[in-house]
T-cell receptor, first 112, second 120 residues
Framework: QKEVEQDPGPLSVPEGAIVSLNCTYS??????FMWYRQYSRKGPELLMY????GNKEDGRFTAQVDKSSKYISLFIRDSQPSDSATYLC????????????FGTGTRLQVTL | GAVVSQHPSWVICKSGTSVKIECRSL??????MFWYRQFPKQSLMLMAT?????????EQGVEKDKFLINHASLTLSTLTVTSAHPEDSSFYIC????????????????FGAGSRLTVL
């Protein structure tokens, strides 16, 4: 079993829809939870991160962490064609020596 | 916000030559940088951790003599692919830590735009 599981998609939604992207994990020691957006042939762009648990909102994006269920989510409201990309979740422990563990990424396509 | 600049974004070279990729932290100092490799439609694979003023730490299975890493200053790390072969063709991405601790994002990484290497 992988430490971080993420559905690879592809996920296709119409413009304006609410998108829900999710990851599950097995290691309860993870404390940092990140979401990255990666366009084709580009490096990952940090969208949001959460330290420990709870929710965080930034514009159209909301990140949620449920540590009891070992489940994290990224919601995108009013999705736009420009949101079409691969979304990677990543996690790490505390301690500066901790490395990131990535999900495989979910490919999202927002159609007109 | 913290920006990591990577150069070149795209390089083509002949088999047997060496290629150097630069990674710079703009407006912040990065004592530690990370080099990743990504194959098409796959997630990122950590190759090595680059530490300013000391030797890099390589992940298991990564050839340190093939992938030379130098972190000579607090804002620059370089990856040199030596004697490149077609199987080294890939997308190489560097990254640096965003913060220094706790909620400031010590273990959150910001990435460069990546360098696509094609070895003929």
């Amino acid at each position: 079993q992988k430490e971080v599981e993420q559905d690879p998609g592809p996920l296709s939604v119409p413009e304006g829809a609410i998108v829900s992207l999710n990851c599950t994990y097995s290691n309860s020691a993870f404390q940092y939870f990140m979401w990255y957006r990666q366009y084709s042939r580009k490096g990952p762009e940090l969208l949001m991160y959460t330290y420990s648990s709870g929710n965080k909102e930034d514009g159209r994006f909301t990140a949620q962490v449920d540590k009891s269920s070992k489940y994290i989510s990224l919601f995108i409201r009013d999705s736009q064609p420009s949101d079409s990309a691969t979304y990677l979740c990543a996690m790490s422990y505390t301690g500066t020596a901790s490395k990131l563990t990535f999900g495989t990424g979910t490919r999202l396509q927002v159609t007109l | 916000g913290a920006v990591v600049s990577q150069h070149p974004s795209w390089v083509i070279c002949k088999s047997g030559t060496s290629v150097k990729i630069e990674c710079r932290s703009l407006d912040f100092q990065a004592t530690t940088m990370f080099w990743y490799r990504q194959f098409p439609k796959q997630s990122l694979m950590l190759m090595a951790t680059s530490n300013e003023g000391s030797k890099a730490t390589y992940e298991q299975g990564v050839e340190k003599d093939k992938f030379l890493i130098n972190h000579a200053s607090l804002t620059l790390s370089t990856l040199t692919v030596t004697s490149a072969h077609p199987e080294d063709s890939s997308f190489y991405i560097c990254s640096a830590r965003l913060g220094t601790g706790g909620a400031s994002g010590a273990n959150v990484l910001t990435f460069g735009a990546g360098s696509r290497l094609t070895v003929l």
